[in-house]
């Protein structure tokens, strides 16, 4: 298997622009994950799915963040309108047992 | 304070010795226990899973948890310069998806 496989793993916008990451979790497993490192915070849960439907959604800072799992093998974390404050590496997981968890290799946003 | 605490180092060891990293935590539903590493600009990696109290082997590496003090660590036994990266805890409790992590800590192995 791939692992778990997000995109782009680059990406550089201007504020107020709209930002779409994708993830394709491992086949098979029925959690999927996204979660926010920065320095100053660490990793941060943001929304988490288990069989395509969102359980915990507590940690999504705001309303400009919007995440969907449409089927098993897609799922996309959306930022409306985008800010500096965004800035960060973004990680999808999955998992077999919702506990432990297999990493994207992530999206480094940067706002500007 | 934080649910979980880790000591965020950083640790500067020499090839070859054994190191010792740690966390405790306050939350005592905590039941499952995770350690991950993660190398500069990658993302985490899982190294070890146990579930409650006890020791698991892997290799080089031994995942310890002490549920009555609230306390796990990690053993990384022959250390190489390979190791060097921060390495996060993390535990789940009854609700499984939503696991806490450790801050990390960053180890260097020197040749």
């Known amino acids: 298997d791939a692992g778990v496989i997000q995109s782009p793993r680059h990406e550089v916008t201007e504020m107020g622009q709209e930002v779409t990451l994708r993830c394709k979790p491992i086949?098979?497993?029925?959690?999927l994950f996204w979660y926010r490192q920065t320095m100053m915070r660490g990793l941060e849960l943001l929304i988490y799915f288990n069989n395509n439907v969102p359980i915990d959604d507590s940690g999504m800072p705001e309303d400009r963040f919007s995440a969907k799992m449409p089927n098993a093998s897609f799922s996309t974390l959306k930022i409306q309108p985008s800010e500096p404050r965004d800035s960060a590496v973004y990680f999808c997981?999955?998992?077999?047992?919702?506990?432990?968890?297999?990493f994207g290799q992530g999206t480094r946003l940067t706002v500007v | 304070q934080k649910e979980v605490e880790q000591d965020p180092g950083p640790l500067s060891v020499p090839e070859g010795a054994i190191v010792s990293l740690n966390c405790t935590y306050s939350n005592s539903a905590f039941q499952y226990f995770m350690w991950y590493r993660q190398y500069s600009r990658k993302g985490p990696e899982l190294l070890m899973y146990t579930y409650s109290s006890g020791n698991k082997e892997d290799g080089r590496f031994t995942a310890q948890v002490d549920k009555s003090s609230k306390y796990i660590s990690l053993f990384i036994r022959d250390s190489q310069p390979s190791d060097s990266a921060t390495y996060l805890c993390?535990?789940?409790?009854?609700?499984?998806?939503?696991?806490?992590f450790g801050d990390g800590t960053t180890l260097t192995v020197k040749p």
């Open positions: 997981a999955s998992s077999l047992t919702g506990n432990e968890a297999f």
């Open positions: 086949s098979g497993h029925n959690s």
């Open positions: 993390a535990m789940t409790g009854t609700n499984a998806g939503k696991s806490t």
